[in-house]
């Protein structure tokens, strides 16, 4: 018989208890009035009475709805070797607040692999000197707010299979990455600053539906990328100082097959690169992009679109760069509308084809306003465009392939001086009648509303020849008669973002040639036979993207030829959407539906003088576009759009958003499924009390009797949290958390 000494007894053992998975030391439980150590489980709300330093992990919330209060006390790894986990959060309802959590491999961590996680709140938290601040595992419906990270040598804030996240007024200073998403979808990133970061926000493979919204970021070598993800809006975000790329978007391309990162909608961003190496806006392997209200400067390439297709780049703002937009073996591009200036180059072509610019301001580019080069040689697929205006003009010899790609510059550049700014505060008709007449103000902008108009606004001012009128966005309300603006006898006027309500004629032109009316709003112009836009006798005019709605007519054109619409919205006029009597006219990717007698109506129709491209309606009379039978647009207007309301104003929409699959967004103009929510100029409006102190309370951090849950249904019951209705959820967002 062999005889085991009594220290080989205890060896075996441990052993034993080990290879049976038997904890040799227990975590003890803590939380309430039990005081926890290093190690331990929570499984009561606990605030912390000083100080905890540990070796290994630190507290283990082991209970749902834990509120663990640290009241600014630190969880410090007191080997400070980042290694370890700070507070690992098992389970739903977990509230941290007031902690300071310093040297660990993850200083939040709550992941599971077999189900989700919900309703985690982090409030008030400063997260300094760890490798990964928080880091999210099948995280959903959870809330960062008001914490600051400091010092993480990985992902200050990472989430992997999320949803449902909103990340509000953190701080991320000196970390590598500060928000990483990796397939996760659905969630909010708002008004979060990021100072001296290597890349400021990453969402990676399939994260998709997310909004980032009025972030600040500056010193920053990227500002937000987006890789192999798609349907995600960037916008308000102020991005300084950037080195390498202000905003970065890439699809990706396996050997037989490109995943392509669409529908993007980047608009009214500012960007300034700290240098010329920079790129404000890069898109690789993208499609059906929204590029819109973007400035972009002092970088090497303000927009850089390589193998991109399909996608819309309108009313940007790009000053000082070398290159304003470049346009590399991409096709279908729209280049619409914007302004590009002191640089040395405006627009820049290189293997692309098929792409339209038009409309765009290109002035003092030092090289050449517009370069094409390498364009091929298929006839079918050259590039084109009209109504641009250069300081070079576009038989300049920097221009290569001019003939056969056919885009027109026309050389007028209007200085300083030429521009009048009406002051808001005695704005009238008068005082823009007087502007409009004066010889010396070629560009007139208003600056504020005009409202409650008796008669005619603009009454056919006598120098109103050549000249811009700019609203800015601003209102012309009327009192049910007469016109808005009123042009006989004029030529090469164009009338800019205004938003024209309540006359018996929105624009009325009789005899007026070569003119342009972009990016203007027609709305309830409906007194007896009421029209938004009335064209008589006149020759070779452009209307690009207005909305006309609640008129009697939309637009009646009658004795008119080479009118031009491109991508307008003319919808739920009373009468007929568009009359077009004894008229030359060529429609191209208009949306002209739900009118409530006919979409278009034609008399003495002639189809030589016509041409329809791409539109869509469904109710028409003598119209068809090229190829269809008589009667019908290439596209039908969406089966559901009878019963959708507007429910946000074209300025706050902004123009020409790509439809999602239940056409909520429709060509410039938000829908929503019902009226309820909405004011009367169709705003979304939020009548719960309870839910708004609530929510008021979040914000505050004050989270007595806080229900998450409650909040989280309260918020899915107003607006579905679907990415169909995500601009309602974001203009509810941004009225309710940005200031």
Same mark, same amino acid.
């Given at each position: 018989?062999?005889?085991?000494?009594?220290?080989?007894?205890?060896?075996? @053992?441990?052993?034993?208890?080990? +290879?049976?998975?038997?904890?040799?030391?227990?975590?003890?439980?803590?939380?309430?009035?039990?005081? $926890?150590?290093?190690?331990?489980?929570?499984?009561?709300?606990?605030?912390?009475?000083?100080?905890?330093?540990?070796?290994?992990?630190?507290?283990?919330?082991?209970?749902?709805?834990?509120?663990?209060?640290?009241?600014?006390?630190?969880?410090?790894?007191?080997?400070?070797?980042?290694?370890?986990?700070?507070?690992?959060?098992?389970?739903?309802?977990?509230?941290?607040?007031?902690?300071?959590?310093?040297?660990?491999?993850?200083?939040?961590?709550?992941?599971?692999?077999?189900?989700?996680?919900?309703?985690?709140?982090?409030?008030?938290?400063?997260?300094?000197?760890?490798?990964?601040?928080?880091?999210?595992?099948?995280?959903?419906?959870?809330?960062?707010?008001?914490?600051?990270?400091?010092?993480?040598?990985?992902?200050?804030?990472?989430?992997?299979?999320?949803?449902?996240?909103?990340?509000?007024?953190?701080?991320?200073?000196?970390?590598?990455?500060?928000?990483?998403?990796?397939?996760?979808?659905?969630?909010?990133?708002?008004?979060?600053?990021?100072?001296?970061?290597?890349?400021?926000?990453?969402?990676?493979?399939?994260?998709?539906?997310?909004?980032?919204?009025?972030?600040?970021?500056?010193?920053?070598?990227?500002?937000?990328?987006?890789?192999? @993800?798609?349907?995600?809006?960037?916008?308000?975000?102020?991005?300084?100082?950037?080195?390498?790329?202000?905003?970065?978007?890439?699809?990706?391309?396996?050997?037989?097959?490109?995943?392509?990162?669409?529908?993007?909608?980047?608009?009214?961003?500012?960007?300034?690169?700290?240098?010329?190496?920079?790129?404000?806006?890069?898109?690789?392997?993208?499609?059906?992009?929204?590029?819109?209200?973007?400035?972009?400067?002092?970088?090497?390439?303000?927009?850089?679109?390589?193998?991109?297709?399909?996608?819309?780049?309108? +009313?940007?703002?790009?000053?000082?760069?070398?290159?304003?937009?470049?346009?590399?073996?991409?096709?279908?591009?729209?280049?619409?509308?914007?302004?590009?200036?002191?640089?040395?180059?405006?627009?820049?072509?290189?293997?692309?084809?098929?792409?339209?610019?038009?409309?765009?301001?290109?002035?003092?580019?030092?090289?050449?306003?517009?370069?094409?080069?390498?364009?091929?040689?298929?006839?079918?697929?050259?590039?084109?465009?009209?109504?641009?205006? $250069?300081?070079?003009?576009?038989?300049?010899?920097?221009?290569?392939?001019?003939?056969?790609?056919?885009?027109?510059?026309?050389?007028?550049?209007?200085?300083?001086?030429?521009?009048?700014?009406?002051?808001?505060?005695?704005?009238?008709?008068?005082?823009?009648?007087?502007?409009?007449?004066?010889?010396?103000?070629?560009?007139?902008?208003?600056?504020?509303?005009?409202?409650?108009?008796?008669?005619?606004?603009?009454? *056919?001012?006598?120098?109103?020849?050549?000249?811009?009128?700019?609203?800015?966005?601003?209102?012309?309300?009327?009192?049910?008669?007469?016109?808005?603006?009123?042009?006989?006898?004029?030529?090469?006027?164009?009338?800019?973002?205004?938003?024209?309500?309540?006359?018996?004629?929105?624009?009325?032109?009789?005899?007026?040639?070569?003119?342009?009316?972009?990016?203007?709003?027609?709305?309830?112009?409906?007194?007896?036979?009421?029209?938004?836009?009335?064209?008589?006798?006149?020759?070779?005019?452009?209307?690009?993207?207005?909305?006309?709605?609640?008129?009697?007519?939309?637009?009646?054109?009658?004795?008119?030829?080479?009118?031009?619409?491109?991508?307008?919205?003319?919808?739920?006029?009373?009468?007929?959407?568009?009359?077009?009597?004894?008229?030359?006219?060529?429609?191209?990717?208009?949306?002209?539906?739900?009118?409530?007698?006919?979409?278009? @109506?034609?008399?003495?129709?002639?189809?030589?003088?016509?041409?329809?491209?791409?539109?869509?309606?469904?109710?028409?009379?003598?119209?068809?576009?090229?190829?269809?039978?008589?009667?019908?647009?290439?596209?039908?207007?969406?089966?559901?759009?009878?019963?959708?309301?507007?429910?946000?104003?074209?300025?706050?929409?902004?123009?020409?958003?790509? $439809?999602?699959?239940?056409?909520? +967004?429709?060509?410039?103009?938000?829908?929503?499924?019902?009226?309820?929510?909405?004011?009367?100029?169709?705003?979304?409006?939020?009548?719960?009390?309870?839910?708004?102190?609530?929510?008021?309370?979040?914000?505050?951090?004050?989270?007595?009797?806080?229900?998450?849950?409650?909040? *989280?249904?309260?918020?899915?019951?107003?607006?579905?949290?679907?990415?169909?209705?995500?601009?309602?959820?974001?203009?509810?967002?941004?009225?309710?958390?940005?200031?």
């Amino acid at each position: 018989m062999v005889v085991l000494s009594e220290k080989r007894v205890i060896v075996l @053992s441990f052993l034993i208890l080990v +290879l049976l998975g038997v904890p040799f030391l227990s975590a003890k439980e803590c939380g309430g009035n039990v005081e $926890c150590n290093c190690g331990d489980k929570v499984i009561e709300s606990y605030n912390l009475s000083g100080d905890l330093s540990c070796e290994g992990n630190a507290l283990v919330v082991s209970q749902k709805n834990i509120v663990i209060n640290c009241r600014g006390y630190k969880i410090k790894n007191n080997e400070n070797l980042l290694k370890g986990v700070g507070i690992k959060v098992s389970k739903d309802g977990t509230i941290i607040k007031n902690c300071s959590l310093v040297g660990w491999d993850k200083a939040i961590l709550s992941s599971t692999s077999d189900s989700t996680i919900k309703n985690i709140i982090l409030i008030n938290n400063t997260i300094i000197n760890n490798s990964q601040g928080v880091y999210f595992n099948n995280v959903e419906d959870s809330n960062i707010t008001n914490s600051t990270f400091i010092n993480c040598t990985s992902e200050a804030f990472y989430s992997e299979s999320g949803k449902g996240l909103t990340l509000f007024n953190n701080s991320f200073i000196n970390v590598t990455n500060g928000i990483y998403f990796k397939t996760t979808k659905e969630s909010y990133l708002l008004n979060n600053t990021f100072k001296n970061n290597g890349l400021a926000i990453h969402l990676f493979k399939r994260s998709l539906g997310n909004i980032i919204s009025s972030n600040y970021i500056y010193n920053s070598d990227s500002g937000v990328s987006i890789k192999f @993800s798609s349907n995600n809006t960037i916008k308000f975000n102020k991005i300084i100082n950037v080195s390498d790329k202000g905003i970065f978007i890439e699809g990706k391309k396996n050997p037989d097959v490109i995943i392509r990162a669409d529908k993007i909608h980047i608009k009214d961003n500012f960007i300034k690169g700290l240098s010329q190496q920079c790129e404000g806006i890069h898109i690789s392997l993208g499609k059906e992009n929204v590029l819109t209200h973007n400035k972009v400067s002092n970088c090497g390439k303000g927009i850089n679109l390589v193998n991109d297709k399909d996608s819309l780049i309108t +009313l940007n703002n790009l000053f000082n760069n070398t290159y304003g937009t470049v346009l590399y073996k991409s096709t279908g591009e729209e280049v619409i509308n914007n302004s590009i200036q002191k640089g040395f180059s405006a627009i820049f072509i290189n293997g692309s084809q098929e792409n339209n610019i038009s409309f765009n301001f290109l002035v003092d580019n030092s090289f050449g306003d517009i370069i094409l080069e390498n364009l091929g040689t298929s006839p079918s697929k050259k590039n084109k465009g009209d109504n641009n205006y $250069c300081s070079s003009p576009i038989d300049n010899s920097n221009v290569i392939g001019r003939d056969e790609n056919k885009i027109s510059c026309y050389s007028y550049v209007p200085t300083i001086d030429n521009v009048c700014l009406l002051d808001e505060y005695i704005i009238s008709c008068a005082v823009l009648n007087e502007a409009l007449n004066d010889s010396s103000c070629k560009i007139v902008k208003l600056r504020g509303d005009i409202l409650n108009v008796e008669g005619t606004c603009i009454d *056919n001012p006598e120098n109103f020849n050549n000249k811009v009128l700019d609203c800015q966005r601003h209102k012309i309300v009327g009192s049910g008669d007469n016109y808005s603006i009123k042009l006989i006898g004029k030529e090469n006027v164009s009338i800019l973002n205004c938003h024209i309500s309540n006359f018996s004629r929105g624009i009325y032109f009789e005899h007026v040639d070569n003119s342009k009316i972009i990016n203007n709003s027609f709305i309830n112009n409906t007194l007896l036979n009421n029209v938004g836009v009335y064209i008589f006798k006149s020759f070779n005019n452009t209307f690009l993207n207005n909305v006309l709605r609640n008129n009697s007519y939309g637009l009646y054109i009658k004795n008119s030829s080479n009118v031009s619409l491109f991508r307008n919205s003319i919808f739920q006029n009373t009468k007929k959407g568009i009359l077009l009597e004894n008229s030359s006219v060529n429609l191209t990717k208009n949306f002209i539906c739900s009118n409530i007698g006919k979409d278009i @109506s034609v008399d003495n129709f002639d189809a030589s003088n016509h041409l329809g491209l791409n539109n869509s309606c469904s109710i028409v009379d003598g119209w068809h576009d090229v190829g269809k039978s008589s009667s019908e647009c290439e596209f039908s207007c969406p089966q559901n759009f009878q019963n959708l309301y507007l429910c946000s104003s074209n300025s706050e929409c902004e123009t020409l958003i790509f $439809c999602e699959d239940n056409n909520y +967004l429709c060509n410039g103009v938000c829908f929503c499924s019902s009226p309820s929510d909405l004011d009367i100029d169709g705003n979304f409006v939020v009548e719960d009390s309870e839910v708004n102190s609530i929510i008021n309370n979040w914000v505050r951090g004050d989270l007595t009797n806080f229900n998450q849950a409650k909040l *989280n249904k309260k918020i899915h019951k107003w607006v579905g949290w679907k990415k169909q209705k995500s601009l309602i959820v974001d203009k509810f967002l941004n009225k309710k958390f940005i200031k």
